[in-house]
């Protein structure tokens, strides 16, 4: 059973920058296509932020083009969210999302089968 497990959420000021980790385990290196993360604020539905297939190839929310920056380590399994400039409207429980075998990229949720526990951020003006 794949395993993912978020790392590196806290709280920071509106302006700051986070960097959060998401490893995979329980996975050969290269099983892995599409990878996401995703975020869900209390009272919201959860909503793709930003996905990366196996050969970098990005896709961003409207709402964080240009601040966020998703990465991908194959070699270690492991995803990465670098948030720059965050803003207090950032403030959500952050998942990782995985699906096997199948690249391109998607921010509809029901395209994922493996989820990570996830990982708060909070963000204070």
């Known amino acids: 059973q794949v395993r993912l497990v978020e790392s590196g959420g806290g709280s920071v000021q509106a302006g700051g920058r986070l960097r959060l980790s998401c490893a995979a385990s329980?996975?050969?290196?290269?099983?892995?296509?599409?990878m996401a993360w995703f975020r869900q604020a209390p009272g919201k539905e959860r909503e793709g932020v930003a996905s990366?297939?196996?050969?970098?190839?990005?896709r961003y929310h409207e709402s964080v083009k240009g601040r966020f920056t998703i990465s991908r380590d194959n070699a270690k399994n492991t995803l990465y969210l670098q948030m720059n400039n965050v803003k207090p409207e950032d403030t959500a429980m952050y998942y990782c999302?995985?699906?096997?075998?199948?690249?391109?990229?998607?921010?509809?949720?029901?395209?994922?089968?493996?989820w990570g526990q996830g990982t708060q951020v909070t963000v204070s003006s």
């Open positions: 999302a995985a699906k096997l075998r199948l690249g391109g990229l998607s921010l509809d949720r029901n395209w994922y089968d493996y």
């Open positions: 329980a996975v050969a290196s290269g099983d892995i296509g599409r």
């Open positions: 990366i297939d196996i050969r970098g190839a990005t």
